[in-house]
């Protein structure tokens, strides 16, 4: 996704500047990942959530390589090779090979019916056990897990959902809020299994059940691993690139090793961070096309980001640090008769981090005012409670 | 215990009429019950209001209320009160005086009165007392508020007359109104003045008054006197005319005495304009156009109150002004006459029974041998008072030293509304024994009764009234009794019983009671035998019927009233002047008539002379001297939608809105002298005492000179007992405490939070949720309590500043169930929090905390507790304290991550935008997710469709 938006965002710039080949590992145009969850729910079709058809890379004169995979870089020569044995020189390359899903090497993680939630396959395989399974369990109480878990739920299967924390998405949500996205989901049907560290996945031709630690175990007949995702790195390191937790690039997603080189999405580490989320590959997409197009007129510097999950019917925000420490301040607002809970955490007269849950509206104008560091001082006595609060007219 | 249960059902009555349990002003009230409500009306045919009533009596009606009510007899049975029979609280009563009079003599007990109390209730506890018991020890709160008229009165007539009739008032050329807030403590007389200006624009009214008022606001010339120096101001008015020639020197001759001393005097002490302008700081102008209106204006009236009462030289204050008629023999005439505007309902009458501890009876005197004896043959009575019994002040410093070993405090709040207030607290305290009767259960008196006596209420008792102008009305009943209530004077009667005097106390009904009354005043009442004007001879036998129906009648009444025949003074009524507007005056009222001839008409005075006395008045400042310490003077009053301590006022809501807190009001430069702010709070101390009051500055106070209200006590409020702080200083002659002048300092009350609750009311009958505050006021550094319509409101402030609220909250809110439907903002680095409780989808109540008064409006949240459901909107404004803002309704939100709604989207395709592209390059919709692409596609092409069909 952020491959394509480069070029995107290149094309709108220097039309002429390249001559452009992509090579796609998935056998087909590409989509919005961040709206699988939606398909798996059926509230939208694969076509809804396609970006980028073969008939868009022809009319921009984009030769597409899909189901082809690149296996090595020359870097000395300039080409990089493809498992069909092409080669492709290139003046500048640009290295977008996102991640894959984290599977816990448990005895069992190889199982038909067990399966991670990544891209179009995994949401296939999903709604067919669906149709002739009942019993799901997903592994990972984070943002993909619960919209997998809800999809699944959705699509009529009895979902539990196993998560190693004691409180979900405790990256996103601090404990009343996770609290209450419990209470919701549980409302729904779903099951959860908190602090729960998972032993074994077990079944014959297929899963059947997982044992636990602690030795308890639970019937399951799909699987879903939804605990995390590593950056696909291996190419960049055969290459000889430097490499850490992901390739590192620096302001102008530029990597360190190679001028020729540019990365951006979910496989490169930017001062220190890798970024799973979509806000931040847009923003590099767009700078790192500005540097490809030879403008550098833009740079880099890092995003902060927000979360909110993809679960119809229920409202949350969150970003920045919402859990806080001594020196932060808290606003809170609780109504509990409207399922409303917010939390805005201060510091130095600025917001540092928001949680909403229930109603969500104003968290993009937080979100500007943290990310503007906006003196919210004058504002403070009425800020938590909207928008319309603070600027009326606004409303 | 006492309060709290309903009283039985009222069946419809027809329309009632009675008087109003107020001012002095005495309007007529038409009262209707309805099953679920008391409806009150103005009187339309009442010679005082013609149908009009000021906003305290429109409100009657919320304040009849089982609430608060004292319902049954109670004794103090180690330490808490108990609910006895009547039989054995009486038993106690009379057992206990009659024991301490054996042991320590009748001058070891006393009696302290009201001028709430009917006629008929003063006449028997007066009887009683100085006939029976054979003390003078009766006072009246009178006391604090016109004695002093009485005495300049008695002085000058020889005689107490009001020689004034609010007609008179109203066909004045020139009013001058002395020390009063007429528009706010008698607005209806002041309606009828107002009304009579519109008339007659020539009609001139002076208004001196060290404040500047609603009634000052009206007046052609406003004299913002020096506190305390209006001897100076009227000896210098006596002097001017005397200068000017301005005398009638034929009715002087005629009709009066003492002029040249007097005379002397005020040409030694005020002689000369320019010194009396810089003694009463006054402009010299002013002044003098003061002196010329007076002098060249024949029909004058110069009506006072407690500004001229309540001082240390009240008396020669009163004196002051009547010297300045008698000189002008503007009096006995229409639209003439010095005016004393009394302060209760029934002042008036209980000086007509004798009812103060210097007075006899009936107009008569205790140092006249003749009338001692007059009143003794008519009550025939063992014994009879010879001596004046203790005043007010000195009758509670008694009870301190212990001379006083019993007192029965009827229809009074002495622990609030006596000068040093908080030494009358030791004094009952210390007291051997202490009866109380009252209407309500808990008064700031009642904690320290031994006996509790429950009274009956407005509305309930019978009997009359006399108001300012002389004129008797009937009180009538118009609900049953709440609980064991009794009338005064069957509980006096009933010990008067117990000690063996049921032949001279065989009172079945309050007409027995005014007829023996009327006979009284009608004894010996003639040249040979002991003359004075109050003769209610006209009113003698009247019977039941005729008493139950009688009208409003003026004194004297020599022959019996118009619908029996005859009448007085009733024809030739010009009508009063709301009576012109609203309709022809009533020719069976009498009190219409211009009974101001009646009175010193024919120049004749009481005095044994028969002569009207000039009172050489020397003028002297206020006894409380400004020093360093207490540099400012404090003066003392009313404000308009509150009567005395509260006690019925506070329990209506629409009273409560108008001057919700106690509070002092000062000039700017003192506030900042003090270094205190507007709506601060602060501490207001004297040598006696101190309360915590909100900081105003209404900018009508002059320097040096600060104002508190007199209502606020311990039941609406943590500490705003003024009278706690006012010195115990008063007039040599009438013994009236000087209310208006204390020395005090004012000093900012600090505290660390302020705050406020509103609390939905239990039932309408009583047992209010306020007992779920009372954590929260025992929490609170100073609270006052404010009567909502179906809620009460608690304005709060305190000094702990720790950030616990959200664990107290609850349980002080009393939502304690878990499950309660409970909403919470917190703030706990600003000390910020505030906490509603719903149920049932209605406010129940809710909690504000900051530690700045700047707290939001309490007008929106109050209107909330009427409603029976909450929408959103108010839900979502509720911990804001404000309805949200009506802005553009931005639709469903489409875009989530840019909150962007339906609405404002589809004004962007209506502005032009084709593409979802476009509209995130105009909206952001859509720029980041992408999730709403689709949505963002369907809305341009549903109406792309929609133009095209409209097309």
Same mark, same amino acid.
């Given at each position: 996704?952020?491959?394509?938006r480069?070029?995107?965002e290149l094309l709108?710039?220097?039309?002429?500047?390249?001559d452009?080949?992509?090579?796609?590992?998935?056998?087909?145009?590409?989509y919005n990942?961040?709206?699988?969850?939606p398909?798996?729910?059926?509230?939208?079709?694969?076509?809804?959530? =396609?970006?980028?058809?073969?008939?868009?890379?022809?009319?921009n004169?984009?030769?597409?390589?899909t189901? $082809?995979?690149?296996?090595a870089?020359?870097r000395r020569?300039?080409?990089?090779?493809?498992?069909?044995?092409?080669?492709?020189?290139?003046?500048?390359?640009?290295?977008?090979?996102?991640?894959?899903?984290?599977?816990?090497?448990?005895?069992?993680?190889?199982?038909?019916?067990?399966?991670?939630?990544?891209?179009?396959?995994?949401?296939e395989?999903?709604?067919?056990a669906?149709r $002739?399974?009942?019993?799901?369990?997903?592994?990972?109480?984070g943002?993909?897990?619960?919209?997998?878990?809800?999809?699944?739920?959705?699509?009529?299967?009895?979902?539990?959902?196993?998560?190693v924390?004691?409180?979900?998405?405790?990256?996103?949500?601090?404990k009343?809020?996770?609290?209450?996205?419990?209470?919701?989901?549980?409302?729904?049907?779903?099951?959860?299994?908190?602090?729960?560290?998972? +032993?074994?996945i077990?079944?014959s031709?297929?899963?059947?059940?997982i044992?636990?630690?602690?030795?308890?175990?639970?019937?399951?007949?799909?699987?879903?691993?939804?605990?995390?995702?590593?950056?696909?790195?291996?190419?960049?390191?055969a290459?000889?690139l430097?490499?850490?937790?992901?390739?590192?690039?620096d302001?102008?997603?530029?990597?360190?090793s190679d001028?020729?080189?540019?990365?951006?999405?979910?496989?490169?580490?930017?001062?220190?961070? =890798?970024?799973?989320?979509? +806000?931040?590959l847009?923003?590099?997409?767009?700078?790192?096309?500005?540097?490809l197009?030879?403008?550098?007129h833009?740079?880099?510097?890092?995003?902060?980001?927000a979360?909110?999950?993809?679960?119809?019917?229920?409202?949350l925000?969150?970003?920045?640090?919402?859990i806080?420490?001594k020196?932060?301040?808290?606003?809170?607002?609780?109504?509990?008769?409207?399922?409303?809970?917010?939390?805005?955490?201060?510091?130095?007269g600025?917001?540092v981090?928001?949680?909403?849950y229930?109603?969500?509206?104003?968290?993009?104008?937080?979100?500007?005012?943290?990310?503007?560091?906006?003196?919210?001082?004058?504002?403070?006595?009425?800020?938590?409670?909207?928008?319309?609060?603070c600027?009326?007219?606004?409303? | 215990?006492?309060?709290?249960?309903?009283?039985?059902a009222?069946?419809?009555?027809?329309?009632?009429?009675?008087t109003?349990?107020y001012?002095?002003?005495g309007?007529?009230?038409?009262?209707?019950?309805?099953?679920?409500?008391v409806?009150?009306a103005?009187d339309?045919? @009442?010679?005082t209001?013609y149908g009009?009533l000021?906003v305290?009596?429109?409100?009657?009606?919320?304040?009849?209320?089982?609430?608060?009510r004292?319902?049954y007899p109670?004794?103090?049975?180690?330490?808490?009160?108990?609910?006895?029979?009547?039989?054995?609280?009486?038993?106690?009563?009379?057992s206990?005086?009659?024991?301490?009079?054996?042991?320590?003599?009748?001058?070891?007990?006393?009696?302290?009165?009201?001028?709430?109390?009917?006629?008929?209730?003063? &006449?028997?506890?007066?009887?009683l007392?100085?006939?029976?018991v054979?003390?003078a020890?009766?006072?009246?709160?009178?006391?604090?508020c !016109?004695?002093s008229?009485?005495?300049?009165?008695k002085?000058a007539?020889?005689?107490?007359?009001?020689?004034?009739?609010?007609?008179?008032?109203?066909?004045a050329?020139?009013?001058?109104l002395?020390?009063?807030?007429?528009a706010?403590?008698?607005?209806i007389?002041?309606?009828r003045?107002?009304?009579?200006?519109?008339?007659?624009?020539e !009609?001139?009214?002076?208004?001196?008054?060290?404040?500047?008022?609603?009634?000052?606001?009206?007046?052609?010339?406003?004299?913002?006197?020096?506190?305390?120096?209006?001897v100076?101001l009227?000896?210098?008015?006596?002097?001017?005319?005397h200068?000017?020639g301005?005398?009638?020197?034929?009715?002087?001759?005629?009709?009066?005495?003492?002029?040249?001393?007097?005379?002397a005097?005020?040409?030694?002490?005020?002689?000369?304009l320019?010194?009396?302008?810089?003694?009463?700081?006054?402009?010299?102008?002013?002044?003098?156009?003061? &002196?010329?209106?007076f002098?060249?204006?024949?029909?004058?009236?110069?009506?006072?109150?407690?500004g001229?009462?309540?001082?240390?030289?009240?008396?020669?204050?009163?004196n002051?002004i009547?010297?300045?008629?008698?000189?002008? %023999?503007?009096?006995?005439?229409?639209?003439?006459?010095p005016?004393?505007?009394?302060?209760?309902?029934?002042?008036?009458?209980?000086?007509?029974?004798?009812?103060?501890?210097?007075m006899?009876?009936? @107009?008569?005197?205790?140092?006249?041998?003749?009338h001692?004896?007059?009143?003794?043959?008519?009550?025939?009575?063992?014994?009879?008072?010879?001596?004046?019994?203790l005043?007010?002040?000195?009758?509670?410093d008694?009870?301190?030293?212990?001379?006083?070993?019993?007192?029965?405090?009827?229809?009074?709040?002495?622990v609030?509304?006596?000068?040093?207030?908080?030494k009358?607290?030791?004094?009952?305290?210390?007291?051997?024994?202490?009866?109380?009767?009252?209407?309500?259960?808990?008064?700031?008196?009642s904690? &320290?009764?031994?006996?509790?006596?429950?009274?009956?209420?407005?509305?309930?008792?019978?009997?009359?009234v006399?108001?300012?102008?002389?004129?008797?009305?009937?009180?009538?009943?118009?609900?049953?009794?709440?609980?064991e209530a009794?009338?005064?004077?069957?509980?006096?009667?009933?010990?008067?019983?117990r000690?063996g005097?049921?032949?001279?106390f065989?009172?079945?009904?309050?007409?027995?009671?005014f007829?023996?009354?009327?006979?009284l005043?009608?004894?010996?009442?003639?040249?040979?035998g002991?003359?004075? #004007?109050?003769?209610?001879g006209?009113?003698?036998?009247?019977?039941?019927a005729?008493?139950?129906?009688?009208?409003?009648?003026?004194?004297?009444?020599?022959?019996?009233p118009?619908?029996?025949?005859?009448?007085?003074?009733?024809g030739g009524?010009?009508?009063?002047a709301?009576a012109?507007e609203?309709?022809?005056?009533?020719?069976?009222?009498?009190?219409?008539?211009?009974?101001?001839l !009646?009175?010193?008409?024919?120049?004749r005075? &009481?005095?044994?002379?028969?002569?009207?006395?000039?009172?050489?008045?020397?003028?002297?400042?206020?006894?409380?001297?400004?020093?360093?310490d207490?540099?400012?003077?404090?003066n003392?009053?009313?404000?308009r939608?509150?009567? @005395?301590t509260?006690?019925r006022?506070?329990?209506?809501?629409?009273l409560?809105?108008?001057?919700?807190?106690?509070?002092?009001d000062?000039?700017?430069q003192?506030?900042?002298?003090?270094?205190?702010?507007?709506h601060d709070l602060?501490r207001?101390?004297?040598?006696?005492?101190s309360?915590?009051?909100?900081?105003?500055?209404?900018?009508?106070?002059?320097?040096?000179?600060?104002?508190?209200?007199?209502?606020?006590?311990?039941?609406?409020?943590?500490?705003?007992?003024?009278?706690a702080?006012?010195?115990?200083l008063?007039?040599?002659?009438?013994?009236?405490?000087?209310?208006?002048?204390?020395?005090?300092?004012?000093?900012?009350? !600090?505290?660390a939070?302020?705050?406020?609750?509103?609390?939905?009311?239990?039932?309408?009958?009583?047992t209010s949720?306020?007992g779920?505050?009372?954590?929260?006021?025992?929490d609170?550094?100073?609270?006052?309590?404010?009567?909502?319509d179906?809620?009460?409101?608690?304005?709060?402030?305190?000094?702990?500043?720790?950030?616990?609220?959200?664990?107290?909250?609850?349980?002080?809110?009393?939502?304690?169930?878990p499950?309660?439907d409970?909403?919470?903002?917190?703030?706990?680095?600003a000390?910020?929090y505030?906490?509603a409780?719903?149920?049932?989808g209605?406010?129940?109540?809710?909690l504000?905390i900051?530690?700045?008064?700047?707290?939001?409006?309490?007008?929106?949240?109050?209107?909330?507790?009427?409603?029976?459901?909450?929408?959103?909107?108010d839900r979502?404004?509720?911990?804001?304290g404000?309805?949200?803002?009506r %802005?553009?309704?931005?639709?469903?939100t489409?875009?989530?991550? #840019?909150?962007?709604?339906?609405k404002?989207?589809?004004?962007?395709?209506?502005?032009?935008c084709?593409?979802?592209?476009?509209?995130?390059?105009?909206?952001?919709?859509?720029?980041?997710?992408?999730?709403?692409?689709?949505?963002?596609k369907?809305?341009?092409?549903?109406?792309?469709?929609?133009a095209?069909?409209?097309?």
């Open positions: 996704m952020s491959g394509i480069t070029v995107e709108k710039l220097e039309p002429e500047a390249f452009i080949t992509v090579f796609g590992a998935e056998p087909h145009g590409n990942r961040i709206l699988l969850s398909v798996l729910a059926g509230e939208k079709r694969f076509e809804d959530i =396609v970006t980028h058809d073969r008939a868009w890379y022809a009319r004169g984009i030769s597409l390589h189901g $082809d995979v690149v296996t870089i020359d020569r300039r080409v990089v090779v493809a498992a069909s044995g092409l080669e492709v020189p290139y003046d500048r390359l640009l290295i977008a090979t996102g991640s894959r899903p984290f599977v816990i090497p448990v005895p069992g993680h190889t199982l038909p019916g067990v399966i991670a939630f990544r891209d179009i396959h995994d949401v395989s999903m709604l067919t669906a $002739d399974h009942r019993h799901a369990v997903v592994i990972g109480g943002l993909l897990g619960l919209e997998a878990a809800s999809g699944l739920l959705r699509q009529g299967m009895n979902v539990s959902v196993v998560h924390n004691d409180s979900l998405m405790e990256r996103q949500l601090d009343p809020a996770a609290k209450l996205l419990k209470a919701a989901l549980e409302k729904r049907g779903m099951r959860f299994l908190l602090e729960a560290n998972t +032993a074994e077990v079944g031709e297929r899963v059947t059940s044992k636990f630690k602690d030795g308890g175990e639970i019937v399951a007949d799909l699987v879903v691993m939804a605990v995390g995702i590593r950056p696909n790195i291996e190419l960049a390191k290459a000889g430097h490499v850490e937790r992901a390739i590192v690039v302001d102008s997603l530029q990597t360190l001028p020729r080189i540019y990365a951006v999405g979910e496989c490169v580490q930017h001062r220190k961070n =890798v970024y799973g989320l979509v +806000a931040p847009w923003e590099q997409a767009k700078v790192c096309a500005a540097h197009a030879g403008l550098g833009r740079r880099y510097s890092g995003s902060v980001t979360t909110r999950l993809k679960v119809t019917g229920i409202d925000y969150s970003a920045g640090d919402f806080g420490d020196d932060s301040e808290d606003l809170v607002l609780r109504d509990p008769g409207r399922g409303v809970y917010k939390r805005l955490v201060l510091k130095g600025c917001i981090g928001v949680v909403l229930g109603e969500v509206g104003d968290g993009p104008w937080y979100f500007e005012l943290m990310q503007k560091r906006v003196d919210i001082s004058a504002l403070r006595q009425r800020l938590l409670f909207g928008r319309g609060y600027e009326p007219q606004a409303a | 215990m006492m309060d709290g249960s309903a009283p039985p009222v069946p419809p009555t027809p329309t009632v009429l009675t109003c349990p001012c002095g002003t309007c007529g009230v038409a009262v209707t019950v309805k099953q679920d409500k409806e009150v103005g339309a045919l @009442h010679p209001n009009r000021c305290k009596g429109a409100a009657l009606g919320e304040t009849m209320l089982p609430k608060g004292l319902l109670a004794v103090r049975d180690a330490g808490a009160l108990k609910r006895v029979s009547w039989d054995s609280a009486l038993d106690q009563v009379a206990s005086f009659q024991r301490i009079i054996d042991e320590h003599g009748p001058d070891s007990v006393a009696w302290y009165v009201s001028g709430q109390l009917l006629t008929e209730d003063y &006449y028997v506890a007066n009887k007392v100085k006939g029976f054979g003390t020890n009766i006072d009246t709160n009178s006391r604090l !016109m004695s008229a009485v005495a300049g009165h002085r007539f020889g005689e107490d007359i009001v020689p004034v009739s609010y007609e008179d008032f109203e066909n050329d020139l009013v001058v002395v020390g009063s807030n007429t706010w403590c008698h607005p007389l002041f309606q003045l107002v009304k009579a200006r519109e008339k007659r624009p !009609m001139k009214l002076v208004v001196i008054d060290p404040r500047r008022t609603a009634t000052s606001e009206m007046a052609d010339l406003h004299l913002p006197i020096r506190p305390g120096t209006d100076w009227f000896n210098g008015l006596m002097s001017f005319l200068q000017h301005v005398v009638d020197t034929a009715f002087i001759d005629g009709h009066t005495s003492g002029l040249a001393r007097a005379m005097i005020a040409d030694n002490t005020a002689g000369d320019r010194s009396v302008a810089a003694q009463c700081k006054l402009q010299e102008s002013v002044l003098a156009e003061f &002196y010329r209106l002098a060249r204006t024949a029909k004058v009236v110069t009506a006072f109150s407690m001229v009462n309540q001082s240390s030289s009240g008396t020669d204050k009163v002051a009547i010297n300045c008629h008698l000189l002008t %023999g503007r009096i006995g005439k229409p639209g003439a006459g005016f004393s505007i009394t302060g209760q309902p029934n002042a008036m009458g209980g000086r007509e029974v004798g009812g103060l501890s210097n006899l009876a009936a @107009h008569l005197d205790l140092d006249a041998p003749a001692r004896e007059l009143v003794q043959t008519f009550w025939q009575s063992p014994a009879i008072a010879d001596q004046p019994g005043k007010a002040v000195d009758l509670f008694a009870i301190d030293s212990g001379q006083v070993k019993a007192v029965w405090i009827m229809a009074t709040n002495p609030v509304s006596l000068p040093d207030a908080d009358v607290k030791r004094a009952l305290a210390k007291c051997e024994l202490v009866v109380v009767s009252d209407v309500m259960a808990n008064t700031d008196t904690a &320290y009764a031994h006996v509790l006596l429950p009274a009956q209420g407005w509305g309930e008792k019978d009997g009359t006399t108001n300012s102008e002389r004129c008797i009305s009937r009180q009538r009943a118009f609900v049953p009794a709440a609980g009794r009338p005064d004077w069957w509980a006096l009667s009933e010990v008067a019983r000690w005097l049921a032949a001279q065989p009172y079945q009904s309050a007409h027995e009671i007829d023996e009354h009327a006979r005043t009608a004894a010996g009442n003639d040249d040979e002991s003359p004075r #004007y109050l003769n209610l006209g009113l003698v036998g009247l019977g039941k005729a008493y139950d129906k009688l009208e409003p009648v003026r004194w004297p009444v020599l022959l019996p118009p619908h029996a025949g005859g009448g007085w003074g009733g009524s010009t009508g009063g709301l012109e609203k309709m022809p005056p009533p020719q069976s009222s009498p009190a219409s008539g211009e009974g101001s !009646m009175v010193f008409a024919d120049g005075y &009481y005095t044994p002379d028969r002569r009207a006395r000039f009172v050489p008045t020397t003028p002297q400042m206020p006894g409380g001297r400004l020093d360093d207490y540099p400012l003077a404090l003392t009053g009313r404000v939608d509150h009567w @005395h509260m006690t006022t506070g329990l209506a809501p629409r409560a809105t108008h001057v919700s807190e106690p509070f002092v000062l000039h700017p003192d506030a900042l002298l003090c270094s205190v702010r507007e602060a207001v101390s004297s040598a006696h005492g309360c915590v009051v909100r900081v105003r500055m209404s900018g009508e106070m002059p320097r040096k000179s600060v104002f508190v209200p007199i209502h606020w006590n311990a039941q609406f409020a943590s500490d705003a007992r003024v009278g702080l006012v010195n115990p008063v007039d040599p002659v009438s013994g009236e405490p000087e209310f208006k002048h204390t020395p005090v300092s004012v000093e900012p009350f !600090m505290v939070w302020h705050g406020f609750a509103l609390s939905r009311d239990g039932d309408p009958n009583g949720r306020d779920d505050l009372k954590s929260l006021t025992a609170a550094a100073w609270w006052t309590k404010i009567t909502g179906g809620y009460t409101r608690h304005e709060l402030a305190g000094r702990r500043s720790d950030a616990t609220w959200a664990s107290r909250a609850r349980t002080m809110l009393g939502a304690t169930d499950e309660a409970w909403l919470e903002y917190e703030d706990s680095t000390n910020i505030r906490a409780l719903i149920v049932g209605r406010i129940e109540a809710c504000f900051s530690p700045r008064p700047d707290l939001p409006s309490r007008a929106w949240l109050s209107s909330l507790f009427a409603k029976d459901q909450l929408e959103v909107a979502i404004g509720l911990l804001v404000e309805p949200l803002a %802005g553009d309704d931005a639709g469903a489409v875009c989530s991550c #840019y909150g962007v709604g339906r404002t989207i589809e004004a962007a395709v209506r502005g032009g084709a593409t979802p592209a476009e509209l995130g390059a105009k909206l952001k919709c859509g720029t980041n997710c992408g999730s709403c692409v689709p949505e963002l369907g809305i341009i092409s549903e109406m792309r469709a929609q095209m069909a409209k097309a």
